[in-house]
Nanobody
């Protein structure tokens, strides 16, 4: 498993941008599929974005498509989530997750490595 630590969260006005980072430690990070999930108060954790090990494929929730971009730097063992045009409904705790071969990119139960989360708050 990977050890994951997220950073970059904070308070931003609607329309603003943030970039989240997730630093990983552990063997073979470059072979892991990495993903971001989020959980708003009173709601279930939901898929945001995922990127496969060689960056050939990225996947996004419809709610963030065109606004968020997932990327990774395997030399730095880090995955990023660039969030633009933020909306109040993007307010949530954002979690980084990783799995060697997830059975389903969009389901949290497919990932065994998780970070502790970072809070993103978007004010209107």
């Amino acid at each position: 498993q990977l050890q994951l630590v997220e950073s970059g969260g904070g308070l931003v006005q609607a329309g603003g941008s943030l970039r989240l980072s997730c630093a990983a430690s552990g063997r073979s990070f470059s072979r892991y599929t990495m993903a971001w999930f989020r959980q708003a108060p009173g709601k279930e954790r939901e898929f945001v974005a995922a990127i496969n090990w060689n960056t050939d494929n990225t996947y996004y929730a419809d709610s963030v498509k065109g606004r968020f971009t997932i990327s990774r730097d395997n030399a730095k063992n880090t995955v990023y989530l660039q969030m633009n045009s933020l909306k109040p409904e993007d307010t949530a705790v954002y979690y980084c997750a990783g799995e060697y071969y997830p059975t389903n990119y969009f389901q949290q139960r497919s990932y065994n490595s998780w970070g502790q989360g970072t809070q993103v708050t978007v004010s209107s």
